[in-house]
Nanobody
Framework: HVQLVESGGGSVQVGGSLTLSCVAS????????MGWFRQIPDREREGVAG???????SYADSVKGRFIISQDGAKKTLYLQMNSLKPEDTALYYC?????????????????????WGQGTQVTVS
C-alpha cells in the first residue's frame, strides 16, 4: 500500500512560479511510476506530467516547456515545478503512483493507469 501527500499549492500571479511536492510512503516507491494530474469542477482529471522509475518523462502539450517533473534521489518525494503560470493552470492538482511500468510514455498521463492517489492541492492563478 502507498500513501501520497501533496503540498505546495496556493495562489500565484499570472507568469509566476510554484513548486508542488508529493511525499510518498509505503511500498518500494522507487520502482513505481508517478504522475501529476489536475482537475477543475465538471471536467475530467487530466494528466499533466509523469515519470517512470527509469526517469523517462511525459508532459501534456499544454505544459511542455513550462512544467518540470522530478524526484529526489531516494524517490520518496515527487516534484512539479510550474513556471510561467497561466489562469488556465488553475485546478486541484493530484499526485498519483502505480507499480506497473508503462509500455508507452504517453500512458503516464492516463489517469486509468494509476492505483494510488493523493488528496490534492489547490493551485489558483490570477
Amino acid at each position: 500500500h502507498v500513501q501520497l501527500v501533496e503540498s505546495g499549492g496556493g495562489s500565484v500571479q499570472v507568469g509566476g512560479s510554484l513548486t508542488l511536492s508529493c511525499v510518498a510512503s509505503g511500498d518500494t516507491i522507487g520502482r513505481y511510476c508517478m504522475g501529476w494530474f489536475r482537475q477543475i469542477p465538471d471536467r475530467e482529471r487530466e494528466g499533466v506530467a509523469g515519470i517512470e522509475s527509469d526517469g523517462s518523462t511525459s508532459y501534456a502539450d499544454s505544459v511542455k516547456g513550462r512544467f518540470i517533473i522530478s524526484q529526489d534521489g531516494a524517490k520518496k518525494t515527487l516534484y512539479l515545478q510550474m513556471n510561467s503560470l497561466k489562469p488556465e493552470d488553475t485546478a486541484l492538482y493530484y499526485c498519483a503512483a502505480d507499480s506497473r511500468p508503462k509500455s508507452r510514455d504517453y500512458l503516464l498521463l492516463n489517469r486509468n493507469e494509476y492505483n494510488y492517489w493523493g488528496q490534492g492541492t489547490q493551485v489558483t492563478v490570477s
